[in-house]
């Protein structure tokens, strides 16, 4: 079937606990889909309570999930998003990063291009390292790629043996640079800089960032592309449903912006005077911290991706009054 609008399509939703995977399940009931089957590892944390508004048929723990694929007890999907992951930057432990992000999205994979599922999934702008092989999501220059945390490596290693297999060009990868939004407030040190600077606001007035360890950036000039969540689940959708697109495609804003730009947008948000302190950056994270990233989104606009992106003083605005202020999640239910 051609998922178009996605309201008849089946879609299984790994990650579908999480930050990104819960927003796509939001616009995913926006659409009328609900034929969703959730795939997450719970645990202890508080990211259960982004599931409560959401709208889905099933729920299958992450360890089960591809014994019951293999042996057809979920039956057929028509779309697998495949978000789950361990995300933090800072995971020390390779061999778990080896088999949740790498052998585990290996698999699924296999059993999507077996099934003629569409599979689609999230790589990451921390496989581009520190930039200087460039920035653009071309699968040739993947060999050139040097990423600087196991987390990066973890997904870079995938999008490799996706082209070294011949596969690549039938499924989507989608490198997400810095996005920000509702539904995040579990990851701990993950979670982005807005969600961190409006506690520190609301608790101290101050927004902290960190030094420049570079001559050429000056503190808090240090730049980033940053993507409202919104904006990133139309474009995961758009490409899930354009079946002539495929392999890697940039995620982000297209434009780089300073963390003073996005501190500033949130002090005008809270309606509050900006008071900035800089603080030294970790000698743990010096050696692999990303001072410029921008996403090159040609290969998507080529993809028929005509929306604007919303620009980052909005995004923050409506992040911060529509659901940090009042403490809500993302709801199908309300606007």
């Given at each position: 079937m051609k998922l178009n609008d996605f309201s008849d399509a089946r879609v299984l939703m790994t990650g579908g606990a999480g930050f990104i995977g819960s927003a796509l399940v939001w616009a995913l009931n926006r659409r009328g889909c609900e034929r969703i089957i959730v795939c997450d590892r719970l645990g202890t944390d508080e990211k259960w309570r982004n599931l409560v508004p959401l709208r889905f048929a099933d729920y299958v723990e992450a360890d089960d999930l591809l014994p019951r694929l293999q042996n057809g007890a979920l039956g057929k999907f028509n779309l697998v998003l495949h978000l789950g992951a361990c995300s933090s930057t800072t995971?020390?432990?390779?061999?778990?990063?080896?088999?949740?992000?790498?052998?585990?999205?290996?698999?699924?994979?296999a059993w999507s291009l077996a099934n003629r599922t569409r599979f689609v999934y999230a790589s990451s702008a921390a496989t581009y390292g520190d930039g200087a092989a460039g920035m653009e999501d071309n699968d040739a220059k993947l060999g050139t790629l040097r990423p600087l945390n196991m987390y990066g490596y973890s997904k870079h290693l995938f999008d490799l043996h996706a082209?070294?297999?011949?596969?690549?060009?039938?499924?989507?990868?989608?490198?997400?640079?810095?996005?920000f939004g509702p539904n995040e407030d579990h990851k701990g040190d993950m979670r982005s800089v807005v969600h961190k600077s409006f506690g520190q606001v609301r608790e101290t007035g101050v927004i902290r960032l960190f030094k420049s360890h570079r001559p050429d950036y000056r503190d808090g000039e240090q730049k980033r592309d940053f993507l409202y969540v919104k904006d990133a689940v139309t474009m995961t959708l758009h490409l899930a449903a354009t079946e002539k697109a495929g392999g890697?495609?940039?995620?982000?804003?297209?434009?780089?912006?300073?963390?003073?730009?996005?501190?500033?947008?949130?002090?005008?948000?809270?309606?509050?005077?900006?008071?900035?302190?800089?603080i030294g950056m970790p000698e743990g994270i010096r050696d692999k911290y990303q001072y410029f990233t921008e996403a090159n989104l040609s290969r998507l606009r080529a993809a028929g991706y005509a929306a604007p992106v919303i620009p980052l003083e909005d995004a923050v605005s409506d992040y911060v009054g529509n659901y940090l202020v009042p403490d809500r999640r993302l709801d199908p239910a309300t606007p």
């Open positions: 995971e020390r432990d390779a061999g778990f990063l080896v088999r949740n992000n790498y052998e585990f999205t290996r698999d699924l994979a082209k070294r297999a011949g596969f690549l060009n039938r499924i989507v990868g989608l490198k997400y640079f810095n996005v890697l495609f940039n995620i982000g804003s297209g434009e780089a912006r300073t963390w003073l730009d996005l501190a500033r947008a949130v002090f005008v948000a809270l309606k509050r005077e900006p008071k900035i302190e800089f």
